[in-house]
């Protein structure tokens, strides 16, 4: 490799990580725009919040929904490996980082917000701060270089044990979520709220 070619590749990997940088900033203030919280509304950061079914929920950096957005990175890794694993690295993550954050901004749009609403047990949710949405994005860059680095059968042990974790933790995750959305059951609304009156 010559020194311009290993130039030319240090400048295109700098650019990628400029742009992926831009893409979050840009969801950031799309979702200021939007009216978003910046933080939680009870005016402190925390760095773990715990409890599911409570204001704070989706409001501080990390929470039990996390493990669904370190999954996002394992899909997205695989979905852009599977369509373009002769693009660079940096592109395909440009690419799940807009995807990501279309998503951000789509869940806190009062569409979604009163889906959740309306169909979940998650009467007390009335959208994401923009921390925990750009908390939520950065950690689907996490999942996304852990799928990049870890073989696939870790990367899905690791999809596998979140779900299960989640599941018993707080009878909710990334599975059960995309089925209540798309096709609300009332079985596993009633299972979830079982939780709540204990």
């Not at 950061?45 to 929470?63: F, P």
């Amino acid at each position: 490799m010559t020194d311009m070619t290993a130039l030319s590749q240090r400048r295109r990997q700098t650019a990628y990580w400029l742009t992926a940088a831009a893409l979050v900033i840009a969801c950031a203030i799309i979702l200021l725009i939007m009216g978003r919280a910046p933080i939680c509304k009870c005016g402190y950061v925390k760095l773990w919040h715990g409890v599911a079914m409570s204001s704070e929920n989706s409001q501080h950096i990390s929470d039990w929904y996390t493990p669904s957005h370190l999954i996002h990175g394992f899909i997205f890794y695989y979905l852009l490996w599977l369509i373009g694993r002769r693009r660079p690295l940096g592109l395909r993550l440009c690419l799940a980082i807009m995807v990501e954050g279309a998503w951000e901004i789509f869940e806190n749009t009062d569409f979604i917000i009163n889906r959740y609403r309306e169909a979940t047990i998650s009467l007390d949710y009335y959208g994401d701060s923009v921390l925990n949405s750009v908390s939520d994005v950065l950690f689907m860059v996490v999942g996304f270089f852990a799928a990049a680095r870890f073989p696939v059968w870790l990367t899905v042990t690791l999809a596998v044990a979140f779900e299960l974790l989640t599941g018993y933790m707080i009878r909710d995750n990334l599975t059960l979520n995309i089925i209540m959305l798309i096709w609300p059951l009332d079985a596993i609304k009633e299972w979830q709220a079982a939780l709540s009156s204990r």
